[in-house]
């Protein structure tokens, strides 16, 4: 297996690798909203013979400035529980080198260092309770910050 950048040729492997993992089409629809708006700070795919076994997203925050959020996550549904979406949410990060927030499972992302019992000083128009904070390393905690996803979060 191989973790690379999208590529446009992509686009409709990816495409169907999301619908089949969420069951419905909203996250395939949401990255190609995010693509189209300029909002994608980066997208990775896992490849193994030429098919694309998982996928993950980072767009940019419209507010803080600089910030990111991490999604949508993925791994074929045939391949989960194999560590792809694990190696993707990593490179991810690493890619990062920012404030990152994910709306999502904290039992599953508090091993990649997102914090979800700290998130009190921020405000988002989503669950904060379930919204987990990626610091790097030598960043401090933020002051109260309100979180301002892309316009296509928000469709």
């Known amino acids: 297996m191989i973790i690379r950048g999208y590529t446009n040729s ?7 690798l999301l619908t089949r993992a969420f069951g ?12 189209e708006t300029g909002d994608m700070a ?7 013979r030429k098919k694309i076994l998982g ?19 993925c791994a074929d549904p045939k391949q989960q529980g194999k560590g792809i979406g ?4 990593q490179m991810a990060l690493d890619y990062a080198n920012a404030p990152v ?13 997102f914090v979800f019992e700290q998130t009190g000083a921020l405000t988002s128009p989503f669950p904060v309770e379930h919204t987990g904070l990626y610091l790097p390393e030598g960043t401090q905690p933020p002051s109260e910050q309100t979180l301002n996803y892309a316009e296509p979060f928000m469709s």
């Open 24 to 35: 419905q089409p909203d996250e395939a629809d949401l990255v190609q909203a995010l693509r």
């Open 10 to 16: 992509d686009g409709r492997a990816v495409r169907d």
């Open 86 to 89: 694990s190696v993707l949410c």
């Open 55 to 73: 996928h993950v997203a980072l767009s940019r925050l419209q507010a803080p400035k600089g910030w990111l959020a991490l999604a949508p996550l």
């Open 101 to 113: 927030v994910v709306l999502g499972d904290r039992h599953y992302y508090s091993r990649f260092g």
């Open 42 to 48: 980066l997208e990775l795919v896992a490849e193994s």
